[in-house]
């Protein structure tokens, strides 16, 4: 089984560049998150899924928007990259039973420059 | 969410049982502790929760106090492959289908297994 997976897993891109970060889970799952992590700090949820169809904003999500395509697929865009986004991020999925089983994908590398 | 308090870093030998500790004073009687871990550049990974009663899987144990307001994660039997960030996180239980948001991860403690 795949999981979560993401792509693509480093990009560089010059300020004010736009890009679509990928994620799709054959787990069948309803929710689906996308978060970033700076270095030394935890984890920041940006937007979430709860199922599809529906969007919700997370903890950061000035300078992202989400479209959940499908119960599959849930993606990240930046329209206008800066600085200040650069960072990994994580894309994750839940099933029935939530938190307690809910799998991350690996982790695109963004650096904005 | 409850907040929840972890030291930043521990040692601990290869072979030995690693405990970490986490306070979380302010639990309320629906939240749940959740511990996962994430290996370095990895995605984190869930390890275990539960609610009043003491847990354990093939991965860890957890231990509540009588009064919630702290945990101990277990694992009994560290290897280098256990080294790791790990995020105690306390939070309402969430089923998705119906709805669920995000975890809030802290800055967990950094656990370094010592050969």
């Known amino acids: 089984n795949a999981g979560v997976t993401q792509t693509p897993k480093f990009q560089v891109l010059k300020t004010g560049q736009s890009m679509t970060l990928q994620c799709a889970q054959d787990m069948n799952h309803n929710s689906m998150y996308w978060y970033r992590q700076d270095p030394g700090m935890g984890l920041r949820l940006i937007y979430y899924?709860?199922?599809?169809?529906?969007?919700d904003k997370g903890e950061v999500p000035n300078g992202y928007n989400v479209s959940r395509l499908n119960k599959r697929e849930f993606s990240l865009r930046l329209e206008s990259a800066a600085p200040s986004q650069t960072s990994v991020y994580f894309c994750?999925?839940?099933?029935?039973?939530?938190?307690?089983?809910?799998?991350f994908g690996q982790g695109t590398r963004l650096t904005v420059v | 969410d409850a907040k929840t308090t972890q030291p930043t870093s521990m040692d601990c030998a290869e072979g030995r049982a690693a405990n970490l500790p986490c306070n979380h004073s302010t639990i309320s009687g629906n939240e749940y502790v959740y511990w996962y871990r994430q290996i370095h550049s990895q995605g984190p990974q869930y390890i275990i929760h539960?609610?009043?009663n003491n847990e354990t899987n093939e991965m860890a144990s957890l231990i509540i106090t009588e009064d919630r307001k702290s945990s101990t994660l277990i694992l009994p039997h560290a290897t280098l492959r256990d080294t790791a960030v790990y995020y105690c996180?306390?939070?309402?239980?969430?089923?998705?289908?119906?709805?669920?948001?995000?975890?809030?991860f802290g800055k967990g403690t950094h656990l370094i297994i010592q050969p």
């Open positions: 994750a999925s839940s099933g029935p039973k939530g938190w307690r089983e809910a799998f």
């Open positions: 996180i306390v939070r309402v239980l969430m089923y998705s289908g119906g709805g669920a948001d995000g975890l809030t």
């Open positions: 539960g609610l009043k």
């Open positions: 899924s709860a199922s599809e169809g529906t969007t």
